[in-house]
Structures are given as C-alpha cells and as structure tokens.
C-alpha cells in the first residue's frame, strides 16, 4: 500500500543550492514526521523531525515544512554541499502503532561541487 | 554506547544454505525492528518486537523466513533454505518508545548474496 508517495526519487543540485524533496501522505493518523538520511554503507539515520501542531522546523541548513491540510511535509536543504549527497527518506509515524514507522520510497540526492 | 551492532556485515553462501544475522539493540531501548532494503522495493519492514515480543511479521515474506527475539539484548534473523531473491541488505534498528525526540537507530546493516 502506498500511504507515503515521496519525490523526486532523484535529485541533481549544484553546490550552493537549495534542495527540497517532499512527502505526501494519506493517513490521518500520522502524528511523527521525521526525515531520515542514508550514506552508501550505512544504516539511514534521523536527521530533523517535526510533529503536528508546528508548520515549520529549522535546525542549521535543514528545515522541515508541514501543511498538515495538505497532508505533506518537504525538506528543504539550504546551501547544499557534496557532503549531503545520501538518500533521504520520509517516514511518518502511526500514532498508538507501536511506533511504526512509515518510510517513503527515497531519494537519491547529489550535490556537483 | 557502541550504537545497534550487527554481524556479519557481509554474507555470501549458495542457494539453499541457511542463513542467520544477528542483531545486538543499544540497552535500553525496547522496541527492535529487522527491515530488508533492495533498490526495487526500497526499505520493507519484515517484523518488529517491543518487549522481545513479536508484534508484526505480516513483512516476512514467506514459511523461509524466522525471527527471534530470546532476550532484550539480542535478535536474529533466520532464512532457510536462503534464495538468490533474498539478496539485499538487512537492517536492524531499534528504539525506545517513549523517548521525547523518537527515532529509530538503525545498525550498519547485513549485505546477504545468495549465489
């Protein structure tokens, strides 16, 4: 089933620039939404997270936006650098689901120097 | 704290052989899930434990598939007899539910070849 539909599945972005993925969701009962970031060998781990009653979270060149009518949540990495090339992963929580965790298809971003 | 350990980091055996990886969830935590990435299915959730109980394996994808969970501290992930399909990475992560900021941490992950 796809509750979580994330894009672009690839992303291409030169040094300095922005780069934004989102992630659309069908299910209300989400009430976690973190983005997590993959290195090639590596595990994904947890990068920003946001919860519902927020429309917006900033922690350094990355920033989570939340339209929670609209059922999506972006990430925006500002100043991008050849060191964020990794793929990034949505992965909204169920709410009183044993914290499962949703995670979206992934996108592969590189950064040209 | 050394993070979720898990072993081997690579397997290769022939078709038909069993095969067993192991995880180690950082102490603590109390929930632990074993997931399989390829790049045609991406990141599928196989089971997961809270309290070394299983809650979901309706991820497992067939009878070839086991997972156990005898202690909070340990947790493996059997395949017999193993198929050339099964070749992915197998992660482990686990978490602590009621942890403020909640996340998963996931292991370093299992590369499996089935020749």
């Known amino acids: 089933q796809q509750q979580v539909k994330q894009s672009p599945q690839s992303l291409i972005v030169q040094k300095g620039g922005i780069s934004i993925i989102n992630c659309a969701y069908e299910n209300t009962a989400f009430d976690y939404f973190p983005w997590y970031q993959q290195f090639p060998g590596k595990g994904p781990a947890l990068l920003i997270a946001i919860r519902p009653d927020v429309s917006e979270k900033k922690e350094g060149r990355f920033t989570i936006s939340f339209n929670k009518s609209a059922k999506q949540f972006s990430l925006h990495i500002m100043d991008s650098q050849p060191g964020d090339s990794a793929t990034y992963f949505c992965a909204p929580r169920f709410r009183n689901a044993g914290n499962m965790l949703t995670f979206g298809g992934g996108t592969r971003l590189m950064v040209k120097p | 704290d050394a993070g979720v350990i898990q072993s081997p980091r690579h397997e290769v055996t022939e078709m038909g052989q069993e095969v067993t990886l192991r995880c180690k969830p950082i102490?603590?935590?109390?929930?632990l899930f074993w997931y399989r990435q390829t790049m045609m299915r991406g990141l599928e959730l196989l089971i997961y434990?809270?309290?070394?109980?299983?809650?979901?394996d309706s991820g497992m994808p067939e009878d070839r598939f086991s997972a156990k969970m005898p202690n909070a501290s340990f947790s493996t992930l059997k395949i017999q007899p193993s198929e050339p399909r099964d070749s992915a990475v197998y992660f482990c992560?686990?978490?602590?539910?009621?942890?403020?900021?909640?996340?998963?941490?996931f292991g370093s992950g299992t590369r499996l070849t089935v020749v």
């Open positions: 434990f809270n309290n070394n109980v299983p809650i979901d």
């Open positions: 102490s603590g935590h109390n929930s």
């Open positions: 992560a686990s978490s602590l539910g009621s942890a403020q900021e909640f996340g998963y941490t």
